[in-house]
């Protein structure tokens, strides 16, 4: 599928739940109302929808939420979606969790063809574990990535650089990364959703992360580019990648070759954009594969050329108001 700024749109996002075990700061309010079930597109939907986008050209889906691995029986759509790995179809069936069930399902990710996992981890202390998630155990995600790598699977952390709360600690994540065999990359705060605190108290700009780390750290330029919207580099000192992800800096619209559908059925053509297409009635209301198809197409005709993330320091709105566990991050 190509959009309308000659992009080619083969990689879907694609959320399974709302719902989470954690409540990252930046991420949700501590009382979030979560989605009725019925609204909840069902396991089977959510395969129709995902077979339907590879039918039109998509080789690579993530799964993601909320916490993908608390849905109920999502090994099931993780199942029928290796299924379609392999020769012109599925190229790659991935995951980003937070890693705390990871202990229970790492094994069965492997078997069913996931290879890669991005674990969403901000620091290595305990407490500040438990401030950032507000009421998580590191040992849990710790336990979980471990056992990922003991399945064979190759771990990417994801860690979102805050002010004043995992800034200083960005040294020792990429020594223990290096140690370990982990790829890292960092991301900017994204003004999404309401939350409690204040966003400008987060926003931490990662060219200054970046120019810090660069006195202890050699930070090579690296020509990987995923279609995401990471710059990479490689750490010489420890062999591994380090990326960069700056939305709010950089704009890293330019090769956007992804959409993302919520666990509802609504696909967002863009993160920052409130653009969206519902699938839920056509899928409920019995439409053929081919109207299916026509449908998805017509979305990605509308894919906007890019967003335009501010975070405003008057009203401390978010530019977008959906929060990412709804949209998929
Ligand atoms: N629960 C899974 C996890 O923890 O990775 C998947 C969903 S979570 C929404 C995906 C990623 O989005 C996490 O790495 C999280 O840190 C990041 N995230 C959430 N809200 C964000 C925001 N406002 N700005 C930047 N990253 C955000």
């Known amino acids: 599928m190509i959009d309308p700024f000659g992009r080619t749109i083969s990689y879907l996002r694609v959320s399974v739940t709302d719902r989470c075990d954690l409540r990252c700061v930046y991420c949700m309010a501590e009382d979030m ?27 690579k889906i993530r799964i993601t939420g909320g916490e993908p691995l608390v849905r109920r029986e999502v090994m099931t759509l993780f199942r029928r979606l290796g299924a379609r790995l392999g020769d012109g179809a599925l190229r790659e069936l ?31 202390d305990p407490a500040v574990f438990a401030g950032i998630t507000r009421w998580g155990k590191i040992e849990k995600t710790l336990d979980g ?17 805050l002010k004043g709360v995992n800034e200083d600690a960005l040294d020792g994540m990429i020594a223990w990364c290096g140690e370990h065999g982990f790829d890292l990359c960092l991301i900017e705060t994204m003004p999404l959703g ?4 204040q966003r400008t108290d987060q926003y931490l700009p990662l060219s200054m992360v970046r120019a810090k780390l660069r006195r202890s750290w050699t930070l090579e330029d690296s020509d ?20 960069f992800i700056t939305p709010m800096t950089h704009n890293f619209c330019e090769s956007c070759n ?25 899928l409920r209301g019995g439409v053929s594969d081919d109207a299916l198809d026509d449908a998805i197409r017509a979305a990605i005709a509308r894919k906007p050329k890019g967003h335009d993330f501010v975070i405003d320091r008057r009203t401390n709105a978010p530019a977008v108001t959906r929060h990412m566990s709804v949209t998929g991050g």
């Open 258 to 282: 992804r959409v993302r559908l919520t666990c509802t059925g609504t696909l967002y053509m863009c993160l920052g954009q409130d653009d969206a297409a519902d699938f839920r009635p056509l």
């Open 194 to 197: 309401e939350i409690d605190g």
């Open 94 to 124: 991935t995951l980003t969790t937070n890693g705390s069930q990871l202990v229970r399902f790492a094994e069965d990710l492997a078997a069913a063809g996931v290879r890669r996992v991005n674990v969403s981890l901000d620091t290595l």
């Open 33 to 59: 109302t979560f989605l009725p079930k019925p609204e909840i597109l069902t396991l089977e939907e959510l395969d129709r929808l995902c077979a339907a986008f590879i039918r039109l050209g998509t080789d």
């Open 224 to 243: 990987y580019v995923t279609g995401g919207p990471a710059r990479y580099y490689t750490v010489a000192e420890t062999g591994r990648r380090i990326g």
């Open 145 to 161: 990535i471990f056992a990922a790598k003991s399945a064979g699977l190759a771990v990417k952390i994801n860690a979102v650089a």
